[in-house]
């Protein structure tokens, strides 16, 4: 087995037992707030070289702060503006080597160097973005990628349950 082999397989299992900690921690919780809340606290706790990981929700016709680990953020981002706008408007994840090469960057943290930004979908609509920076260019590869949107869509499944079981509780 290669060394990069190794990694891609390390990579892997890493993100499987992360979303596997995802789901049991939000599995009986319907309160999207406090799930976001503890998603960023457990992505921000196990990934490595990353300075911030946080939700910005989608309110009003552009994105505004949600649950978040890491220092100040941003409060307001435009839709289509930034990284996490263009996330939003293009219901596509942004994954940027270098932040200060993309059209538009807001540079919340100066020391952000690389970006991923995933969007998180309710019926067909995006509804909020998960947002993980890091100081180091190209932190995140297409592993990354995949494993973290798993875990959106873990997120993305709870929402659609709990909404179902919300619409039920009110019918009767």
């Given at each position: 087995m290669t060394n990069k082999t190794k990694q891609l397989n390390d990579k892997t299992e890493f993100y499987q037992n992360?979303?596997?900690q995802v789901k049991s921690l939000i599995s009986d919780e319907a309160d999207p707030i406090a799930n976001m809340a503890n998603?960023?606290?457990l992505l921000f706790d196990a990934l490595e070289q990353v300075n911030w990981v946080g939700?910005?929700?989608?309110l009003d016709g552009q994105l505004v702060l949600g649950p978040f680990q890491g220092k100040v953020a941003c409060i307001r981002i435009p839709l289509g503006i930034g990284v996490c706008g263009t996330a939003a408007q293009t219901n596509t994840t942004q994954r940027i080597d270098d932040v200060h090469q993309f059209e538009g960057h807001?540079?919340?943290d100066a020391a952000s160097n690389s970006e991923i930004v995933i969007p998180v979908q309710l019926k067909g609509d995006t509804i909020a973005v998960l947002d993980i920076d890091?100081?180091?260019f190209k932190r995140f590869d297409q592993n990354d990628q995949n494993g973290l949107e798993a875990i959106v869509q873990i997120f993305e499944q709870n929402l659609t349950e709990h909404e179902q079981l919300l619409e039920k509780s009110q019918l009767k």
């Open positions: 992360l979303s596997a998603i960023s606290a939700f910005y929700r989608v807001i540079a919340c890091s100081t180091e």
